[in-house]
């Protein structure tokens, strides 16, 4: 096998693209695929101060090495869930890969903003992790981005990722989430003049052009020290069924993923709408203030976030309540 570029011994070899590299040409082309899929969608420029949400995987980490290696100015942003022995190795690997390379890293973790992690979360709510957890996740990446004045919140999912997203919203005909699957979403600005605040800021997706076997490779190439070990709370979710179903399609046919993914956005994406179904409104939400769509004009509009939290207030309470009657 020999590297594409300099007929050197190659050491990772990319069959949807026919193509082989060695080590130094590899890492090129990873800066290259995210350099230019940052050109090609306006994700931010030289001048932005981008927010990286850093989970200490290998896909987190890898981005934020290659945007630094692009020169931008990143801050590190790692979110604490609170799933025991996973959750103190991902927040090391994040800390440990901040202070090789004298880079920011901010820290918060769900225990300390709502008093609960998520498997107390899923206990609470009957539902399963990932559904809070996932939640929990949009809503603090963008709560910590606008409160730390960052404007632009970069993740790092990677071609996998949103193949299987969009494989799951093809499958259940989810019409208002294809309407949002982009590389980019815009900020969302709420009120006008004087009272303008930036209630969703813009989100990126940089490696979507990698598959995970490459950010896995550039990261070892780098001798980036990510989690390895999987989520213990992985199990049961359906986004990493749809991942090993359509890692079989490009088994045996290698390119399919990326046709799936880039057809889409060439020339489907533009058909759905990213406003509801049915045209409901996007309003601020009434106790937090985050955006929701209003399906109900009646009612006061409360997010999904502020009505989980909620349940799960309720139910510990409500848990709490023959105990003490006993004391
Ligand atoms: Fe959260 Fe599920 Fe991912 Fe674990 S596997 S970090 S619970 S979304
Ligand atoms: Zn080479
Ligand atoms: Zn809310």
Request: hydrophobic share 40%; glycine share 10%; with cysteine.
């Amino acid at each position: 096998m020999k590297c594409k570029v300099c007929r050197g011994h190659a050491v990772v070899d990319i069959r949807r693209h026919n193509a082989a590299f060695c080590r130094e040409h590899f890492l090129d082309h990873v800066r290259g695929q995210v350099a230019r899929t940052i050109k090609e969608f306006r994700m931010f420029g030289p001048e932005d101060r981008l927010f990286i949400a850093a989970s200490g995987g290998k896909d987190s980490l890898a981005l934020w090495d290659i945007l630094l290696d692009l020169g931008y100015d990143t801050t590190g942003f790692y979110l604490d869930l609170g799933i025991g022995g996973y959750s103190n190795r991902s927040k090391e690997a994040a800390i440990a890969f901040a202070d090789e390379r004298g880079a920011k890293l901010i820290l918060r973790s769900l225990a300390a903003e709502h008093g609960y992690t998520v498997p107390e979360l899923a206990r609470l709510t009957g539902r399963v992790p990932c559904s809070g957890c996932g939640l929990n996740k949009r809503y603090e990446f963008n709560r910590a981005a606008i409160e730390e004045g960052f404007e632009v919140l970069v993740t790092g999912h990677n071609l996998d990722d949103e193949v299987a997203t969009l494989f799951g919203n093809v499958l259940h005909w989810n019409t208002d989430m294809l309407g949002r699957q982009m590389p980019v979403l815009q900020e969302r600005i709420f009120g006008s003049g004087g009272s303008a605040h930036v209630a969703l800021v813009k989100k990126v997706k940089p490696l979507v052009r990698l598959a995970e076997r490459e950010t896995a490779a550039y990261a070892l190439l780098k001798g980036i020290g990510y989690v390895v070990e999987e989520c213990p709370m992985v199990e049961g979710n359906t986004q990493h069924r749809y991942k090993e179903a359509a890692t079989l399609l490009e088994e045996n046919s290698p390119g399919t993923k990326q046709q799936f993914y880039f057809g889409f956005l060439k020339r489907a994406q533009s058909n759905f709408s990213s406003s509801g179904d049915d045209g409901a409104e996007v309003v601020p939400c009434a106790q937090c203030g985050a955006p929701t769509v209003r399906w109900d004009v009646a009612a006061e509009p409360v997010c999904s976030f502020c009505k989980t939290k909620a349940l799960a207030y309720r139910r510990r309470e409500s848990a709490q309540r023959p105990a003490r009657r006993e004391r």
